[in-house]
């Protein structure tokens, strides 16, 4: 079975430029999460869905972040412009809520370096 | 705000070497996940613990949860280099919606 899919595994821009990663969750599954992960912050929630609705946003740092989930097999998360302070590593994982008592099932993440 | 706190924040022990990391909360949980997550991959779960003072084996893995359900501990048996990594404890105070994630510990295991 395929797991969680990111896309693209490494993204390298310069600052101001729009980026986009993707991500396909687990089929079945109805919570999507968005995670960044930094050396100094440790793995941050940005936002999360359930049945592709958004239903906490708290952790997006800014308007400079927006993510959609147009339906249960897709979502992406875009910074718009980006910054240095951006780099990090962005997790999407997905868990069937409810039932998997919050398991959740990472992808192998996207490695953005803005410059 | 739910804070998971993990101790120790970095570990470095020898291969056959025994180990507990620990994690805590001042909330009650309930669910707790552990999970592993290797260098350029992203977390894998482990296990997850629901019932206050339930213990959990996975080969030479030991998870218990406190009878408080606040707290939670991971003891490795004769650690293996192929235990290396980060390991992450999560929090959920209702079974849907999002966890709490600790800083983690970072296990290096030397053969």
């Known amino acids: 079975d395929a797991g969680v899919i990111q896309s693209p595994r490494h993204e390298v821009t310069e600052m101001g430029q729009e980026v986009t990663l993707r991500c396909k969750p687990i089929?079945?599954?109805?919570?999507l999460f968005w995670y960044r992960q930094t050396m100094m912050r440790g793995l941050e929630l940005l936002i999360y869905?359930?049945?592709?609705?958004?239903?906490?946003d708290s952790g997006m740092p800014e308007d400079r972040f927006s993510a959609k989930m147009p339906n249960a097999s897709f979502s992406t998360l875009k910074i718009q412009p980006s910054e240095p302070r951006d780099s990090a590593v962005y997790f999407c994982a997905s868990s069937l809520s409810g039932v998997q008592r919050n398991e959740q099932f990472f992808g192998p993440g996207t490695r953005l370096t803005v410059l | 705000t739910q804070l998971l706190e993990q101790s120790p924040q970095f570990l470095s022990i020898q291969e056959g070497e025994n180990l507990t990391v620990y994690c805590n909360s001042s909330s009650v949980f309930s669910s707790l996940q552990w999970y592993r997550q290797e260098p350029g991959e992203g977390p894998v779960l482990l296990v997850t613990v629901v019932t206050g003072g339930e213990v959990k084996k996975l080969k030479r893995l030991t998870f218990q949860f406190g009878d408080a359900r606040k707290d939670s501990s991971l003891h490795i048996t004769a650690a293996q280099p192929g235990d290396t990594g980060l390991y992450l404890c999560?929090?959920?105070?209702?079974?849907?919606?999002?966890?709490?994630f600790g800083d983690g510990t970072t296990l290096t295991v030397k053969p």
């Open positions: 999560a929090g959920a105070r209702t079974n849907a919606g999002k966890s709490t």
């Open positions: 089929s079945g599954h109805n919570s």
């Open positions: 869905f359930n049945n592709n609705v958004p239903i906490d």
